[in-house]
């Protein structure tokens, strides 16, 4: 499996707030989140992906939702997180697939621990995360999206 390796810069986000329930249903944290980010229509400029994140966070035990706010972006009363950014190790499945996401995780573990290079950077707001690449149109036509998983790495530390 070939890996990519990106930079995320550090951005401003609005958060679904934790989620213990995973719920996106209409009335879960998650749904209501995702009703808040299929209204905004960002203008060609502030467009590009990725700019949302779903992430497990450890501390609170629940599944968390960023946007990376635009200027002047309304955010609902809702709470905005301030995300350090960096390097990040990705790869791409079927959303949903479950158990190709788990051995393509277990090999990017494998080969992240194997590296001279970097290593693992799990720390609080720091977590691996996951945005769906395919656009809505295309969804839609094909009837499935591709998720795209992002581990966050940083260069070995010496010692």
């Known amino acids: 499996m070939d890996f990519r390796i990106v930079s995320l810069p550090p951005f401003r986000a609005v958060s679904s707030g934790p989620d213990p329930d995973a719920d ?3 009335d879960g944290i998650l749904g209501r ?3 808040y980010l299929s209204a905004i229509r960002p203008t060609p400029r502030d467009s590009f992906l990725p700019r949302d994140f779903l992430f497990f966070d450890e501390e609170r035990r629940a599944l968390v939702w960023w946007y990376a706010l635009i200027e002047g972006m309304d955010t609902d009363g809702r709470d905005v997180v301030e995300f ?3 390097l990040y190790l990705t790869y791409a499945y079927r959303d949903g697939d479950e158990a190709e996401n788990g051995r393509l995780y277990r090999a990017a573990l494998d080969h992240i621990s194997s590296s001279p290079m970097y290593e693992t950077d799990i720390r ?3 977590y691996p995360m996951g945005h769906v690449i395919t656009p809505p149109q295309l969804i839609e036509a094909q009837g499935f999206a591709q998720m795209e998983t992002y581990i ?3 260069l070995r530390q010496p010692g």
């Open 24 to 26: 996106f249903g209409a």
């Open 33 to 35: 989140f995702d009703t």
């Open 84 to 86: 350090d950014g960096g």
């Open 124 to 126: 609080p707001n720091h």
């Open 152 to 154: 966050p790495i940083r």
